[in-house]
């Protein structure tokens, strides 16, 4: 679910604002498009992360442990039910007016272009 939410963010939001493709709709669509931008490159990038160290786990345990990896999926299970919200919770500040913007530039091609970025703290925080 990750790398689906990721690869259709790049795909059509990062990819084509940053190139300049429709930059009057990206322009237009860019503080909301700025929040899903920024939910991605922090939240679901963790997430996906630690998923994918929990499907290694998985994987280990059906080989190395098969009597116990019943029990120990059930455990991996609850794990990643617990992530995901955790993660929901993370993204709620982000949705609050003025923690993500917009900046309108050039790219190196010489054409206009969109990037998102966050506003004051909120850049610090999610950083780390």
Known sequence: IVN???SLDCCFILEPSAAGTFFEFYDMMGPYFAKIELIKTTVLLLVG???HLLLAMNR???ITFPAKHRKVCRKLFRFCVVLWTIGFFLC???LFPGTTSQ???INLYGVNSVEYTFLGPYFL????
């Open 4 to 6: 689906l939410l990721f």
């Open 92 to 94: 709620i500040p982000l």
């Open 60 to 62: 280990f345990t059906a």
């Open 49 to 51: 992360s630690i998923l």
């Open 103 to 105: 900046i309108n530039g």
């Open 125 to 128: 925080i999610y950083s780390v």
